[in-house]
T-cell receptor
Framework: GAVVSQHPSRVICKSGTSVKIECRSLDFQATTMFWYRQFPKQSLMLMATSNEGSKATYEQGVEKDKFLINHASLTLSTLTVTSAHPEDSSFYIC???????????FGSGTQLSVL | GQNIDQPTEMTATEGAIVQINCTYQTSGFNGLFWYQQHAGEAPTFLSYNVLDGLEEKGRFSSFLSRSKGYSYLLLKELQMKDSASYLCAVMDTGRRALTFGSGTRLQVQP
């Protein structure tokens, strides 16, 4: 099956630093990439939707200047958490799709811990 | 908007059958998904229903009633490895993003 490679799997950083998370679709072209966030014992919450070559659409309450999303190619999307704070500590997961309903593939997730 | 409800926790015995229910209210419906998620890992796709009825895949079956806004995931012949969270998610008609329920943590006991 299709694979979305997400890196890093785990990152620990100091408060105020920026962290970049990458998601690559290895064997398909992801026309759309979704970014989710999951706090402990909670479900996945959609943060933003990005289409290749265009600006991301952010969900209500998600700061676009804090969570920078770039989807410059059909195989790569990045999420940068700028000036991270402890409350940004969470599990971040990307998912890519070709547009076909069933073909939504998740990355393995990134556990971000901000000290 | 979307509202999805599922039980928080369930416990079942190895070898038994368990049914996890999900109810939803949505302004636009383009299919319902079930995912399995182990702690610290990404969700794994289990099933997709867009029409009413039962979809069976081995030990897992999923049912949908669009008129009732209701779905269930049925797990048969439970195994210890089935202990995980099960997420119900609805896709809307516009942007194709998924809205997830809070998840049901299933504990399978010997």
């Amino acid at each position: 099956g299709a694979v979305v490679s997400q890196h890093p799997s785990r990152v620990i950083c100091k408060s105020g630093t920026s962290v970049k998370i990458e998601c690559r679709s290895l064997d398909f072209q992801a026309t759309t990439m979704f970014w989710y966030r999951q706090f402990p014992k909670q479900s996945l919450m959609l943060m933003a939707t990005s289409n290749e070559g265009s600006k991301a659409t952010y969900e209500q309450g998600v700061e676009k200047d804090k969570f920078l999303i770039n989807h410059a190619s059909l195989t790569l999307s990045t999420l940068t958490v700028t000036s991270a704070h402890p409350e940004d500590s969470s599990f971040y997961i990307c998912s890519g799709t070709t547009g076909d309903h069933e073909k939504l593939f998740f990355g393995s997730g990134t556990q971000l811990s901000v000290l | 908007g979307q509202n999805i409800d599922q039980p928080t926790e369930m416990t079942a015995t190895e070898g038994a059958i368990v049914q996890i229910n999900c109810t939803y209210q949505t302004s636009g419906f383009n299919g319902l998904f079930w995912y399995q998620q182990h702690a610290g890992e990404a969700p794994t796709f289990l099933s997709y229903n867009v029409l009413d009825g039962l979809e069976e895949k081995g030990r897992f079956s999923s049912f949908l009633s669009r008129s009732k806004g209701y779905s269930y995931l049925l797990l048969k012949e439970l195994q210890m490895k089935d202990s995980a969270s099960y997420l119900c998610a609805v896709m809307d008609t516009g942007r194709r993003a998924l809205t997830f329920g809070s998840g049901t943590r299933l504990q399978v006991q010997p």
